[in-house]
């Protein structure tokens, strides 16, 4: 009776041209997509970094508040009446404000906090009169509910 391995197979042990084949695509593969590689351009760019400098850029921020009534106050400050137009003594501190901040060579910006319920005519108000006082640096934000 024989066994169910035969004794007379070879050893065919590890076979080295296989995986040289192998090795030979694999460089040809790299060979080919070599030629295909773009090379990156040389870009100029500024990185960010610090900068010594004497001056110091101050900005002076003046909020007007708008109220759900209509009611504009600047800095806290009460101004004209609900139902005002023509907004008089808003324009004047604005005006003043704006004086005192190029005087001092400050740039001014104001900020705009409106209530949701207010009247967009009282926002379009205080624009005109920010646009009399040729101040042009504004930002919008809503008062939070409480």
């Given at each position: 009776m024989k066994s169910v391995i035969d004794d007379d197979t070879p050893n065919l042990g590890f076979q080295i041209a296989p995986m040289i084949d192998v090795v030979f695509v694999i460089m040809l593969f790299f060979m080919v997509m070599a030629g295909s590689v773009k090379v990156e351009q040389h870009l100029i760019s500024n990185l960010p970094g610090s900068v010594e400098s004497d001056s110091v850029d101050f900005v002076?921020?003046?909020?007007?508040?708008?109220?759900?009534?209509?009611?504009?106050?600047?800095?806290?400050?009460?101004?004209?009446?609900?139902?005002?137009?023509?907004?008089?003594?808003?324009?004047?501190?604005?005006?003043?404000?704006?004086?005192?901040?190029?005087?001092?060579?400050?740039?001014?910006?104001?900020?705009?906090?409106?209530?949701?319920?207010?009247?967009?005519?009282?926002?379009?108000?205080?624009?005109?009169?920010?646009?009399?006082?040729?101040?042009?640096?504004?930002?919008?934000?809503?008062?939070?509910?409480?």
């Open positions: 002076d921020e003046t909020i007007i508040n708008i109220d759900e009534d209509g009611e504009i106050s600047l800095n806290d400050e009460p101004m004209d009446s609900p139902t005002s137009k023509r907004m008089t003594n808003l324009k004047g501190s604005l005006v003043r404000l704006k004086e005192n901040a190029v005087s001092s060579g400050n740039k001014m910006v104001v900020t705009i906090v409106s209530d949701p319920q207010a009247s967009y005519d009282r926002v379009v108000d205080a624009l005109n009169a920010l646009s009399a006082a040729r101040i042009t640096d504004v930002t919008f934000t809503v008062s939070e509910e409480e």
